[in-house]
Every structure is written in C-alpha cells, then in structure tokens.
C-alpha cells in the first residue's frame, strides 16, 4: 500500500508545475542557468522565448536592461492564475529593441490571461526612411484559434517606430491587436493602461478589422484603454477598431497626425458598437495641408451607440468633430445612435476653418451641452457645422454654447437644405455668429417675460482638467465665464 500511494503522488506531481518566477539580466544572466533566482538569471531573449510558461508563472526583466531582438513568449495562463512579464530591480525600464529586424518587438501570439507591465519597446531602424512590414512595439495576435482572454498591458514605454505614415499594410503602431483566420478569431477583455507612446509612424494605439463587416461579424469584446499618452504621432492616436463595448477614458493626446497627409484623427472608433470616449484631452493634432481630418474626435463609419463625453479638447487645427458613414450595403451599416455631450472645445479647427463635420449619410446625432469656444486673434471664416457627401439625418444640437469673441467668425454657410434634417435646440449664440438664418430648425427657448433664455451653464468635472483652466466658479476658464454670464 505505501508503495502505491508513493506511486500516486509522484504522478500527481508530474502532471502539476508549481509556478515559478524567472528572471533575466543581459549583463549577469548566464542562459544554461534554470533562471529561477536574480543569482541564476538567464541572459538573453532566446532562453526566454524557448520556454513554455505555466500558469502563475513570472517573468523579470532587469531593471537598465536592453535586449536586441523580439519577445516572442510561450504558454498561457488561466483564468486564476495569469503568466505575468515585469521588471525587478531599479533603474529604467527594460527595453526590447527590434531595431527594424523583427516587425513586432514584443508579440503575443494565441496567448492569453497574460500581463506585460513595465517593458519599454522600441523598433527603429535608422536605415531607412520606413520599415515596409508594417512595424509595431507591441502586437497582440489572435489567429486562426477562436476567442482569446483577458490581456492586459500597463505601464508600458513604446517610443520609436519607423512605419509608413500612408494608410496600408506598411503603416506602423505603437499597440496593435491583430485578428485573422481562417478560423473567425477575436479577443474578450483587452486592457491597455498607463502607457506612454510616442514618436510613432503611423498610429500610436489600434487593431485591425478582418471580422468587422456586418457579413462576417465576430467583433472583439470588452476594450478598455485608459490613463495614457499618446505624443508625436504621425497618423491617428487611438483607433477602435472592431470592438462591442469599448471604453476610452482619461487619455492624453498631443500632437497626433504630425506627420501623416492623408486622413487621420486623435480618437475615433470604425466598426465599433459601443463605445464611450471620456474624461480624454487633446491638443494640436495638426491639419497643415487643408486635408481632410485632424479632428480631435471622429465617430467613423459602420459605428454604433458612441458616447462622447466630458472631453477637454483644444488647439486642434482640424475642428472639434467628424461624424461619418462609410458607403452602405451588406457589409456597413448607417453610422447612428451618436451623443456628444458636455464637451469642452477650446480654439479647434484654426487651420481647417470648421469646428463640425458631417459626411456621407449618418443617423440620429445628439449634440448636448458642449461648450465650443473661440477667441482666436486671426482673421477668417470657420465652418460651424460642415456638411458633405449627403445629408445627416436626425440631427440634435441643444443645449449648447458656441461662444466666439475674438477675430474669427462662425458660420453656419450650408443651404437650408442641408441643414434640412439638423434641429438647433436651445442653443447660445455668443459673440461673433454668422448666417443663423440658414438654420430652418433652429428653435430658441423663450422666458415668461418674452426676453430670450439661455440653457444653463454645463457643470463640467473639472478635476481632470489642467489647474491653468479653473476657474474660481470651478465652471468655466476666467475668460470664458465672463463671455458666458455677459448675456
């Protein structure tokens, strides 16, 4: 009897791994050490990317350390025991430098309940002026295997990528997620977190969208994407892209579309139900060749149910706001069910001159106690509300401020027509407002006395604003509260 219970507990043991924390150090690891200890360390990406982890597992990189070359792990964890891969040590971020010799410097392949925390990544390569295979710091690949889950990447430093600024396969990405087939394959749960991306060609966070159309749809579900930077970007910042229930929240968004010529925008989702943009800053996203785009915000085509709200936007030389169809059929549906509400545009659309645009065919649009304000020096017509490529249907702006005191006029120049299907709303007009007659569904609340009212003032949460805007009401900036109470 003791002979068989010995038997069965070395084969217990041999079907159970015991989770192990690893460790690696480029300068003292040693790769034929079993790398359990910062004493018996490995030493290079090879030794990390051979082994299969388990369940509970840790992997840490030195502290100081750079690695050439590409992450590339194995092994998934399981829903109470994630494979976590982090640093030890103190000093700067470890760092996966692809150089331009892998196109992912770290990549995730079929992988899930897995952490990447505290890496930088970077994939440059100095030779030449973009890399043609599409580069990124961090991919997270689902392919050809089902649903993927849970997978969260926080505190992440990914600088430096030379892609192609044309939209293509060529185009480079901070973070990318990538689903393909044959077999329909998505992912459930992505977080993305407390990250840094910068001086990236083209797009700094997205994902592509193999089962996106309406005729194959396996989108992915459950994207959160929240308290990051995003600066010096070349095309656009953050892309929902194939989602069901995304949330974009207290982000910060400097120069995107820095070097791009064609169309792109700081945050926007296509092909996506869902999703909520909040509590976000961004500023100067540039539009210095009179393309189209370089908006802070954009709900794109084959979209639907979009919230956009409690964003401070400023300086955005492409306008305020893109609401977009694609062309309609089998594959797209109408982009609709859109609200935009208790905004805080700041001087957006100085070089594009138009604060709105609305192209192609879009439906059911509520424009809801936003504040866009204007006290620009220069001297030009800005475009309130720009309508292209058809005519939007059931269109709402109510409740909203447009306050313009300095040189540059709004003005709302489209024909009755096209303003046909836009109702105006309780709306305050301030300052210098141009061609309100052309608006056939503008209604204007009324007091008891006759005397024309104005909604009430937004209460913005000011606590994720910058202090250089509060003011002492904690309502609006200074400026902006004297031009709003001169009524």
Same mark, same amino acid.
């Given at each position: 009897?003791?002979?068989?219970?010995?038997?069965?507990?070395?084969?217990?043991?041999?079907?159970?791994?015991?989770?192990?924390? @690893?460790?690696?150090?480029?300068?003292?690891?040693?790769?034929?050490?079993?790398?359990?200890?910062?004493?018996?360390?490995?030493?290079?990406?090879?030794?990390?990317?051979?082994?299969?982890?388990?369940?509970?597992?840790?992997?840490?990189?030195?502290?100081?350390?750079?690695?050439?070359?590409?992450?590339?792990?194995?092994?998934?964890?399981?829903?109470?025991?994630?494979?976590?891969?982090?640093?030890?040590?103190?000093?700067?971020?470890?760092?996966?430098?692809?150089?331009?010799?892998?196109?992912?410097?770290?990549?995730?392949?079929?992988?899930?309940?897995?952490?990447?925390?505290?890496?930088?990544?970077?994939?440059?390569?100095?030779?030449?002026?973009?890399?043609?295979?599409?580069?990124?710091?961090?991919?997270?690949?689902?392919?050809?295997?089902?649903?993927?889950?849970?997978?969260?990447?926080?505190?992440?430093?990914?600088?430096?990528?030379?892609?192609?600024?044309?939209?293509?396969?060529?185009?480079?990405?901070?973070?990318?997620?990538?689903?393909?087939?044959?077999?329909?394959?998505?992912?459930?749960?992505?977080?993305?977190?407390?990250?840094?991306?910068?001086?990236?060609? &083209?797009?700094?966070? &997205?994902?592509?969208?193999?089962?996106?159309?309406?005729?194959?749809?396996?989108?992915?579900?459950?994207?959160?994407?929240?308290?990051?930077?995003?600066?010096?970007?070349?095309?656009?910042?953050?892309?929902?892209?194939?989602?069901?229930?995304?949330?974009?929240?207290?982000?910060?968004?400097?120069?995107?579309?820095?070097?791009?010529?064609?169309?792109?925008?700081?945050?926007?989702?296509?092909?996506?139900?869902?999703?909520?943009?909040?509590?976000?800053?961004?500023?100067?996203?540039?539009?210095?060749?009179?393309?189209?785009?370089?908006?802070?915000?954009?709900?794109?085509?084959?979209?639907?149910?979009?919230?956009?709200?409690?964003?401070?936007?400023?300086?955005?030389?492409?306008?305020?706001?893109?609401?977009?169809?694609?062309?309609?059929?089998?594959?797209?549906?109408?982009?609709?069910?859109?609200?935009?509400?208790?905004?805080?545009?700041?001087?957006?659309?100085?070089?594009?001159?138009?604060?709105?645009?609305?192209?192609?065919?879009?439906?059911?649009?509520?424009?809801?106690?936003?504040?866009?304000?204007?006290?620009?020096?220069?001297?030009?017509?800005?475009?309130?509300?720009?309508?292209?490529?058809?005519?939007?249907?059931?269109?709402?702006?109510?409740?909203?401020?447009?306050?313009?005191?300095?040189?540059?006029?709004?003005?709302?120049?489209?024909?009755?027509?096209?303003?046909?299907?836009?109702?105006?709303?309780?709306?305050?007009?301030?300052?210098?407002?141009?061609?309100?007659?052309?608006?056939?569904?503008?209604?204007?609340?009324?007091?008891?006395?006759?005397?024309?009212? @104005?909604?009430?003032?937004?209460?913005?949460?000011?606590?994720?604003?910058?202090?250089?805007?509060?003011?002492?009401?904690?309502?609006?900036?200074?400026?902006?509260?004297?031009?709003?109470?001169?009524?």
């Amino acid at each position: 009897m003791k002979k068989i219970l010995l038997l069965l507990i070395a084969s217990s043991a041999a079907l159970y791994t015991y989770a192990g924390t @690893y460790y690696i150090n480029n300068k003292t690891g040693n790769d034929a050490s079993d790398g359990l200890s910062p004493t018996k360390a490995w030493r290079s990406l090879t030794a990390v990317n051979q082994h299969r982890f388990m369940p509970g597992d840790s992997m840490l990189f030195a502290r100081n350390g750079v690695w050439e070359g590409q992450l590339a792990p194995l092994g998934s964890g399981d829903a109470k025991a994630p494979i976590v891969f982090s640093a030890y040590g103190s000093g700067a971020l470890p760092e996966i430098k692809a150089g331009g010799h892998f196109r992912d410097a770290i990549l995730l392949r079929n992988l899930q309940y897995i952490v990447v925390e505290y890496l930088a990544a970077s994939n440059l390569d100095s030779s030449v002026e973009f890399q043609k295979t599409g580069p990124t710091g961090v991919r997270v690949m689902a392919e050809n295997i089902g649903t993927l889950h849970h997978i969260r990447l926080a505190n992440l430093y990914i600088h430096d990528i030379n892609g192609d600024n044309k939209k293509g396969t060529a185009e480079g990405c901070g973070i990318f997620w990538d689903c393909r087939g044959p077999k329909p394959s998505n992912i459930e749960h992505l977080i993305i977190e407390n990250c840094k991306v910068e001086r990236v060609d &083209r797009n700094g966070i &997205r994902g592509n969208g193999t089962f996106s159309f309406r005729t194959n749809w396996l989108p992915n579900k459950y994207l959160l994407i929240r308290n990051c930077q995003l600066e010096d970007i070349g095309g656009d910042g953050i892309v929902v892209k194939a989602f069901d229930t995304a949330m974009v929240e207290h982000n910060k968004l400097f120069h995107i579309r820095s070097r791009a010529k064609d169309n792109a925008v700081a945050v926007w989702p296509h092909s996506s139900d869902h999703t909520t943009i909040q509590y976000n800053e961004v500023g100067y996203t540039q539009n210095d060749n009179w393309a189209n785009d370089g908006q802070s915000f954009d709900i794109d085509g084959n979209s639907r149910n979009t919230i956009i709200q409690y964003n401070y936007s400023h300086d955005n030389e492409g306008g305020f706001m893109l609401v977009i169809s694609d062309l309609i059929n089998k594959d797209n549906v109408k982009t609709n069910g859109n609200i935009i509400q208790y905004n805080l545009s700041v001087n957006d659309g100085i070089n594009r001159k138009r604060l709105f645009n609305f192209a192609g065919v879009t439906d059911s649009t509520l424009v809801k106690g936003n504040i866009f304000y204007n006290n620009a020096p220069k001297s030009f017509t800005m475009e309130a509300v720009d309508i292209e490529g058809g005519i939007p249907e059931h269109v709402v702006f109510e409740d909203n401020y447009f306050v313009y005191t300095g040189k540059t006029p709004v003005v709302f120049s489209k024909s009755p027509k096209q303003y046909g299907h836009v109702n105006f709303i309780n709306n305050a007009f301030i300052g210098n407002i141009v061609g309100l007659d052309n608006l056939p569904n503008r209604k204007d609340a009324v007091a008891a006395n006759g005397q024309k009212q @104005y909604p009430k003032k937004p209460q913005f949460p000011w606590n994720f604003m910058p202090v250089k805007l509060k003011s002492t009401t904690q309502q609006f900036p200074k400026d902006l509260y004297r031009s709003v109470t001169a009524q």
